[in-house]
């Protein structure tokens, strides 16, 4: 049943970086070498995942 929940992560967060300037998500495989899709800013950081307590 683990593999369910694998294939569901990976499809919410698995492409998809946030800009850092104005918080837009952006999919792309190749952070690195992406612009953000409204601001055009190079940092892009990795969809944080929700912490369950």
């Known amino acids: 049943m683990a ?7 990976e499809r919410l967060f698995g492409n998809i970086y946030i800009c850092r300037k104005c918080n ?5 495989k190749n ?8 601001c055009g800013y190079h940092g892009l ?3 944080h995942k929700e912490i369950k307590e």
Do not use: G, I, L, S
């Open 3 to 9: 593999e369910k929940f694998d294939v569901a992560e």
């Open 24 to 28: 837009a998500r952006n999919k792309t």
């Open 31 to 38: 952070p690195a070498k992406t612009n953000c899709r409204k």
């Open 45 to 47: 950081r990795k969809k």
